[in-house]
């Protein structure tokens, strides 16, 4: 009875369940619920934030439309006739738009040449042109160069002979500092000599090359000055030049080579090589394609991204070119040493158009041009020599032969050699540097001369953006070369054949 019992129990004790172990999710589906309501919470404040918020294509929506406005409000303003057409209107304002686009671009052709031909008139009939030529001292010898920030025109740079470079302020029309120091007497020799100068359009960097074969960087931002000096060319840095609105910097030497610097590594790049003489001047505009001159009678346009470069001759008649200025990236003019004046198209082996004896003659041989500039994407040309004279051209490139050319505008009185020229925004001034000798020598003396740094006014008075003859002219000049672009191409073809 007691193995029977202790068996019965054994069994009940072992067919009975245990209690399962639980976990109390309170805590838990509290936490869960509260963060439910907090997600839920925060998508609310997201929409209605979202609703606040300004997508980016309404912002630019509503950014052009306040554009639009301002333009309707403007044109309004200008025009008095109410009963203008609708059509017209939409015109007007189609080609405003075009034309800010263009210029923001750097591809709108401005047509300055005649406004500046008046103004010149205007100014300089009188025999007294102290009111709108100023000279400055500073140098002691020949001033060979100068520069200016072409974006704003407010500063510039001139460098001499005697080894010193100032830093002007144009609108003060006041010196700023002296960014090389002259030297004493008994230390200048030609080594120190400053042949080329430029300067980059934003105004940070101004570059110096000198007959010691040197380029120097200076940072115009920073109070310690020189940044870096490059060295590598293996005679005289004849001309310096910055590609438009960006950093890159060219420089020709005596060497027969032209080296290419990127500022902003403050690295050298790469060596041109093609020129069987010296390398007189070179020229940039906004495609990377540098054009150079020398003294191998020779202009050679250099395709950096093809590695290839192009040679232009002028014929057995044809001297050296001591100076070039690009007008676009298509077109330039060259500057002799027998006074004339040529007008290039990259896409022609010859010049579209030529002019002998620009600066007068001594005797049988023409006077050499020493100095050329052009207002970049524009009609206007400045050239200067030694025969007392600044020139004004206008310069024509139409899509025939018969629309191309040169012609004169204008002339101003300075005695002196005119070593460089440098024409400022929108025509308003040139810069020049003059002095009794050549830049490069010493083979001819004007004695009347001073050397001085001046700056030229050309215009009475800010023809700005707002001018409506400029804008007029700006205008029919666009609408002109987008209604004709298949014709220019039918001529180009059909002169390629003829030449060829």
């Given at each position: 009875?007691?193995?029977?019992?202790?068996?019965?129990?054994?069994?009940?004790?072992?067919?009975?369940?245990?209690?399962?172990?639980?976990?109390?999710?309170?805590?838990?589906?509290?936490?869960?619920?509260?963060?439910?309501?907090?997600?839920?919470?925060?998508?609310?404040?997201?929409?209605?934030?979202?609703?606040?918020?300004?997508?980016?294509?309404?912002?630019?929506?509503?950014?052009?439309?306040?554009?639009?406005?301002?333009?309707?409000?403007?044109?309004?303003?200008?025009?008095?006739?109410?009963?203008?057409?609708?059509?017209?209107?939409?015109?007007?304002?189609?080609?405003?738009?075009?034309?800010?686009?263009?210029?923001?671009?750097?591809?709108?052709?401005?047509?300055?040449?005649?406004?500046?031909a008046d103004d010149v008139a205007?100014?300089?009939?009188?025999?007294?042109?102290?009111?709108?030529?100023?000279?400055?001292?500073?140098?002691?010898?020949?001033?060979?160069?100068?520069?200016?920030?072409?974006?704003?025109?407010?500063?510039?740079?001139?460098?001499?002979?005697?080894?010193?470079?100032?830093?002007?302020?144009?609108?003060?029309?006041?010196?700023?500092?002296?960014?090389?120091?002259?030297?004493?007497?008994?230390?200048?020799?030609?080594?120190?000599?400053?042949?080329?100068?430029?300067?980059?359009?934003?105004?940070?960097?101004?570059?110096?090359?000198?007959?010691?074969?040197?380029?120097?960087?200076?940072?115009?931002?920073?109070?310690?000055?020189?940044?870096?000096?490059?060295?590598?060319?293996?005679?005289?840095?004849?001309?310096?030049?910055?590609?438009?609105?960006?950093?890159?910097?060219?420089?020709?030497?005596?060497?027969?080579?032209?080296?290419?610097?990127?500022?902003?590594?403050?690295?050298?790049?790469?060596?041109?090589?093609?020129?069987?003489?010296?390398?007189?001047?070179?020229?940039?505009?906004?495609?990377?394609?540098?054009?150079?001159?020398?003294?191998?009678?020779?202009?050679?346009?250099?395709?950096?991204?093809?590695?290839?470069?192009?040679?232009?001759?002028?014929?057995?008649?044809?001297?050296?070119?001591?100076?070039?200025?690009?007008?676009?990236?298509?077109?330039?003019?060259?500057?002799?040493?027998?006074?004339?004046?040529?007008?290039?198209?990259?896409?022609?082996?010859?010049?579209?158009?030529?002019?002998?004896?620009?600066?007068?003659?001594?005797?049988?041989?023409g006077r050499g041009i020493t100095?050329?500039?052009?207002?970049?994407?524009?009609?206007?040309?400045?050239?200067?020599?030694?025969?007392?004279?600044?020139r004004l051209w206008e310069v024509?490139?139409?899509?025939?032969?018969?629309?191309?050319?040169?012609?004169?505008?204008?002339?101003?009185?300075?005695?002196?050699?005119?070593?460089?020229?440098?024409?400022?925004?929108?025509?308003?001034?040139?810069?020049?540097?003059?002095?009794?000798?050549?830049?490069?020598?010493?083979?001819?003396?004007?004695?009347?001369?001073?050397?001085?740094?001046?700056?030229?006014?050309?215009?009475?008075?800010?023809?700005?953006?707002?001018?409506?003859?400029?804008?007029?002219?700006?205008?029919?000049?666009?609408?002109?070369?987008?209604?004709?672009?298949?014709?220019?191409?039918?001529?180009?073809?059909?002169?390629?054949?003829?030449?060829?």
């Amino acid at each position: 009875r007691r193995r029977r019992n202790a068996q019965t129990t054994t069994r009940a004790n072992t067919n009975r369940k245990k209690p399962k172990k639980t976990i109390d999710l309170g805590y838990y589906d509290e936490v869960i619920i509260d963060s439910d309501l907090e997600e839920e919470n925060i998508r609310d404040d997201e929409g209605e934030s979202s609703s606040d918020e300004e997508t980016a294509e309404a912002k630019k929506l509503r950014l052009a439309k306040d554009y639009l406005k301002k333009l309707e409000a403007a044109d309004k303003e200008s025009s008095s006739d109410d009963d203008e057409e609708e059509d017209d209107y939409h015109d007007r304002i189609s080609n405003r738009l075009q034309r800010e686009r263009l210029k923001r671009e750097g591809t709108l052709e401005r047509i300055v040449a005649k406004s500046v031909a008046d103004d010149v008139a205007a100014m300089y009939q009188s025999t007294e042109t102290d009111t709108y030529t100023r000279f400055f001292k500073g140098h002691d010898l020949t001033v060979t160069s100068v520069a200016l920030q072409q974006s704003t025109g407010e500063c510039a740079v001139s460098g001499s002979k005697d080894g010193s470079v100032i830093l002007w302020d144009i609108e003060k029309q006041a010196r700023m500092q002296y960014l090389i120091e002259k030297p004493e007497k008994k230390d200048r020799n030609n080594r120190n000599q400053v042949l080329s100068l430029a300067m980059s359009d934003d105004g940070n960097y101004a570059a110096v090359g000198k007959r010691d074969a040197t380029v120097t960087i200076y940072d115009l931002r920073a109070s310690n000055g020189v940044t870096t000096t490059f060295q590598g060319h293996k005679g005289p840095v004849t001309s310096l030049t910055f590609r438009t609105q960006s950093h890159q910097l060219f420089s020709g030497s005596s060497d027969r080579c032209i080296r290419h610097y990127s500022l902003d590594d403050m690295a050298y790049m790469e060596t041109l090589y093609g020129h069987q003489a010296g390398v007189s001047d070179i020229d940039c505009y906004r495609k990377e394609r540098p054009i150079s001159v020398g003294r191998d009678r020779t202009a050679r346009a250099w395709k950096l991204a093809e590695d290839t470069h192009l040679i232009f001759r002028g014929g057995s008649q044809v001297s050296s070119a001591d100076c070039i200025s690009v007008i676009k990236d298509d077109w330039f003019v060259s500057g002799h040493d027998d006074g004339s004046l040529h007008l290039w198209l990259t896409e022609k082996k010859k010049a579209a158009a030529s002019l002998t004896h620009t600066h007068g003659s001594c005797s049988t041989v023409g006077r050499g041009i020493t100095a050329l500039a052009c207002l970049k994407g524009s009609d206007l040309v400045v050239s200067g020599s030694f025969d007392s004279r600044l020139r004004l051209w206008e310069v024509s490139t139409g899509l025939t032969l018969q629309e191309r050319g040169i012609k004169p505008i204008g002339e101003i009185s300075i005695d002196g050699y005119i070593n460089d020229i440098a024409v400022g925004p929108r025509a308003k001034f040139c810069l020049v540097a003059v002095g009794q000798e050549p830049s490069l020598g010493r083979w001819n003396r004007v004695a009347k001369a001073k050397n001085r740094f001046g700056i030229v006014q050309l215009r009475q008075h800010d023809e700005g953006s707002n001018s409506s003859s400029d804008v007029d002219e700006e205008m029919e000049a666009m609408k002109n070369d987008g209604d004709d672009v298949n014709e220019q191409d039918s001529h180009s073809s059909s002169e390629d054949s003829d030449e060829s």
